[in-house]
């Protein structure tokens, strides 16, 4: 199955023959002195004045290497706040601190996730403008396949981050709903006591029964499904 990684790592091997092309001298010499490394021959000094190249990548090909190294970033911010929703990675922690974290990475996922899809645009269209280039059919490209990012992934990642860190939604709204401000003022209950006497405790038994192991199947998901929407742009490259 196609993924993230494989799709960076064609565009990075592009990348560097587009700059073969310009610095032969240069890419050969640096490979050589890899290969020296390897073997405990020899240290290569990179970006040293001597191994500067003559000539450098168009500003849009350092466009797409900052997005695509964007997206490896965002890809795996996604994983560590889904995986740090699992017992696993919380052993030995009191229900507190394990709700504090779980709380926390909970959100987190939401805007990781949200951040994603938008770097994955941000790829789609910065590949696009390398890689494709009559005008039109890189307009259109970009558009399809942006569209099926928001319709299989933003869409639906969306709608549940409302719920929970959209600005015009609050962790409280229930306390309103339910009618129970009343009661609350008149007991003390201020948000700081409520947090650690039952919101945290109760979100780390939680995780403990692992109620949140939900979102690495979805995370899984998210990315194999971006993964398949950049080999469908790959596709569409070779075509063009």
Known sequence: MASIDDFVGHRWEDAKEALRKLDGDFVSRLESEQGL???????????????????????????????????????????????????????????????????????????????????????????????????????????????SVYQQITKHISTQRNDYVHPNRSWASGITEDQLWEGHLAIGMTPTRFLDEFHYPAQGEDMMVRKFDGYVAETTRILDCLGEILQELEADIADS
């Open 37 to 147: 490394q390897s073997l405990g021959l020899d240290m290569p000094q990179l970006y040293s004045a001597r191994d500067r190249p003559k000539r450098l990548l168009s500003k849009k090909w350092h466009l797409l290497l900052e997005a695509c190294s964007e997206l490896v970033m965002q890809a795996r911010n996604v994983q560590v706040a889904a995986i740090s929703l699992t017992p696993e990675a919380n052993t030995g922690l009191s229900s507190y601190e394990a709700g504090t974290r779980a709380d926390y990475h909970f959100r987190s996922w939401f805007i990781h996730a949200t951040a994603l899809t938008g770097r994955t645009d941000e790829v789609i269209r910065k590949t696009a403008d390398v890689c494709i280039p009559e005008h039109g059919t890189r307009s259109k490209v970009v558009k399809r396949h942006k569209t």
